[in-house]
């Protein structure tokens, strides 16, 4: 029945939106500079924050809170309408951004296909369970019609996002553009500028609110490097190449037995062996021992099906690796072993306190990029990290804040471990006050909470702003405040927290003196 009434308001929707477009001179005239050939990005970035506005208008002038079953928004209706209409959007923006861009490549002389952004499905699933919470209908509805307008802005950004990282890789030299709208906050203020890609691009630069006017564009040109010939095009650019080239180490030149010799050392420290008859190397222990030193890792996370959120579990294998008396891995990658070492050096140090277990996965077997088990005390990270190009791959930094590894391992001990410890040393100093572990959370996080909750109600995107994409995520699939809190570890590492008074609370939260 609820389905059926999301259906009928999808409808009604979807029609005053198309009449709208239809009409509209915004659109018409980003349109026709298209067939002329002189549109530019900043023209798409005009197209989806005006298409993202005449949905929401649709949305509040169509939707009313009695056309919902006991005036409430409830999730699957708000599914109903929003999908289809994002995802429509999705297309439109996206193509409008793939024809400008194809038109000034020729112009350029630019062969590169334009890259789709992802369909960020997670975000708009969030988004909705956050509309379906609110007290009342008309709040609900305001609520949706703010989303799908800054949802639809996004599809452009995340576009520019895309594109610029695909063609900085590709050779070419790309700029990012912000440019704040008319009577902009200070916060726009601040991001607004040219920045080249990636090195100077502020972390918050895609990044909008409600009623955001600001455009976003980038220009990609013919760059420094010839991805094919690694050949440098102008001599400023040889000369550093040259530089650095004589600062390098020079190589070492070894007899034949200083080789082998050095050859046995590297693999004894493997744990490997040379079996020159067969040119094959082996593992020092057999498969048998191998397979019973195996560990089999359950992990768990709760996902939305059916607009039910249910336990989904998976394990992972990994084998202890030698001269590490706590460090497991999946596989016996260069990358993993890089990792170990990394770990060893920091995290074993002692300065996150103690971890009983460390397992090095892939990122595929571990779905996500890190995890801290605090029932098994246990880190689980993905060895692609270690590298640059690994962590580029499988890190979005508009979703996180941790820009490097060691950001990474600040979210997770620094921030998930410590905070878990903070809990459970309340638990144990109250144990006549509280029946489990959950309730003394509850308990020891409220003002932290409250004040998150608090701003959020009157700022819908108060966490996305100040913390995370990944924060405002977590917080609108179950309501809970412990990737807030990881998150604001980072920023606080960086001294980016910008409002003092979460500042204040978290570090009160974390024990943090000062």
């Known amino acids: 029945m609820a389905e059926d009434i999301g259906i009928e308001l999808h409808d009604k929707i979807k029609q005053a939106f198309d009449a709208r477009c239809g009409k509209d001179s ?92 992802d369909f960020p499905a997670e975000r708009i699933r969030a988004a909705i369970g956050g509309a379906a919470v609110k007290e009342t209908a008309e709040h609900a509805i305001q609520v949706l019609g703010r989303t799908a307008e800054n949802i639809t802005g996004s599809f452009q950004t995340d576009y520019i996002k895309k594109n610029a ?55 990609s040109e ?93 394990s992972v294998r990994s084998n202890p690796l030698g001269g590490y008396s706590n460090i497991s891995s999946e596989t016996f990658s260069r990358d993993a072993q890089a990792m170990a070492e990394y770990l060893d050096r920091t995290v074993n140090s002692g300065i996150y306190g103690t971890l009983d277990r460390i397992v090095i996965a892939k990122n595929s077997s571990l779905r996500g990029i890190s995890t801290y088990d605090h029932v098994r005390n246990t880190l689980f990270i993905s060895e692609e990290l270690i590298t640059k190009e690994g962590f580029e791959r499988i890190v979005d930094t508009s979703y996180f804040p941790a820009r490097n590894i060691d950001d990474v391992i600040t979210h997770e001990l620094d921030g998930h471990k410590r905070h878990w410890d903070m809990v459970k040393k309340f638990y144990n100093d109250n144990l006549d006050r509280y029946s489990s572990l959950e309730d003394a959370k509850q308990d020891y996080e409220r003002s932290f909470r409250n004040y998150i909750v608090k701003q959020q109600s009157s700022d819908y995107f108060y966490v996305r702003r100040n913390i995370s994409e990944n924060a405002f995520i977590g917080l609108g699939k179950n309501g809970q405040i412990n990737e807030a809190v990881a998150d604001c570890d980072v920023l606080y590492r960086k001294g980016e927290i910008l409002d003092n008074e979460l500042k204040t609370l978290f570090k009160e939260l974390m024990g943090y003196d000062g």
């Open 26 to 117: 915004i659109l018409s005239h980003v349109k026709r500079k298209i067939e002329n050939g002189t549109a530019t990005m900043e023209d798409t970035s005009v197209y989806a924050r005006r298409l993202g506005e005449l949905l929401r208008k649709s949305i509040e002038s169509t939707t009313k809170p009695d056309d919902l079953p006991g005036e409430k928004m409830y999730f699957n209706i708000a599914q109903s309408i929003l999908e289809p209409l994002l995802r429509n959007n999705y297309d439109d923006v996206n193509t409008i951004c793939e024809e400008v861009q194809s038109a000034l490549d020729a112009k350029k002389g630019i062969g590169l296909k334009p890259q789709k952004a």
């Open 222 to 314: 013919k760059g420094r490097q010839n991805v094919h010939s690694k050949r440098w095009a102008n001599e400023q650019a040889k000369a550093q190449r040259i530089e650095y080239a004589a600062g390098l180490p020079k190589p070492m030149k070894l007899t034949k037995a200083e080789a082998k010799a050095k050859e046995s050392e590297i693999l004894a420290q493997r744990r490997l062996t040379y079996d020159e008859k067969r040119g094959i190397i082996n593992a020092v222990n057999n498969t048998q021992d191998f397979m019973d030193r195996e560990h089999r890792n359950t992990l768990s996370r709760k996902v939305s099906r059916n607009g039910k959120s249910v336990l989904e579990k998976w």
């Open 165 to 219: 990282e695909f063609r900085s890789k590709a050779g070419l030299n790309c700029y990012i553009e912000r440019k704040d709208g008319h009577n902009c906050c200070d916060w726009c203020s601040k991001l607004a500028g040219k920045y080249r890609y990636p090195d100077e691009v502020p972390r918050d630069v895609y990044r909008r609110h409600d009623n955001c006017t600001c455009d976003v564009s980038y220009v």
